[in-house]
């Protein structure tokens, strides 16, 4: 029996928002270091630049980012990679595990929509016209919604795995 191994980089398209955070927090620091520079700020003023230096780094590269699809015989590990250098598992799901799977604007998701008790997690590239599809997933304490964007060959695979619970409808 061979083992089905499938790899999907989705690229997600940065929002308006994260856009104008992104740019806000360039010029907080641009503003910071050139009143540090033409002021008599001191010590103050350096720390404020080494604070907005430190929030550059760690904030600007989480608003690129990309999320690959690892899909190895029913199971489904997703990482987020954030500005094409640091990469982050942030969600392993085995098929087993399935409740319901289906596309995201389908009405066999009608009763898991409005449950409060279900985190959710959008791993998609948040480009409408990409093809979604919404899995809710049992977990140990609480149910999860994933939101991503599978390939025939995924689709395929789970639908073979767990027929009961993939609707490709």
């Not at 098929?95 to 997690?121: C, F, G, W």
């Not at 093809?131 to 695979?157: A, C, H, Q, S």
Request: glycine share 2%.
């Amino acid at each position: 029996m061979s083992d089905l191994y499938t790899e999907i980089i989705v690229k997600r398209i940065t929002p308006f928002k994260d856009k104008a955070l992104k740019f806000l927090l360039i010029a907080a620091t641009v503003l910071a270091v050139l009143a540090s520079l033409f002021t008599p700020l001191g010590i103050i003023g350096f720390l404020i630049v080494v604070a907005f230096l430190i929030a550059d780094y760690f904030l600007l590269p989480t608003f690129d980012l990309e999320f690959e699809y690892l899909y190895v015989n029913g199971e489904l590990d997703v990482d987020k990679i954030m500005s094409r250098q640091k990469r982050k598992r942030v969600l392993s799901v085995d098929v087993k595990e399935l409740e319901i799977m289906a596309p995201s604007e389908s009405h066999a998701l009608d009763s898991y929509n409005n449950r409060q008790n279900i985190k959710t997690y959008n791993f998609s590239s948040l480009d409408p016209q990409h093809k979604t599809y919404t899995m809710i997933v049992k977990g140990d304490k609480e149910m999860k919604r994933v939101i991503f964007e599978p390939n025939e060959v995924i689709l395929k695979d789970m639908k073979r795995i767990a027929p009961r619970e993939v609707n490709l409808y």
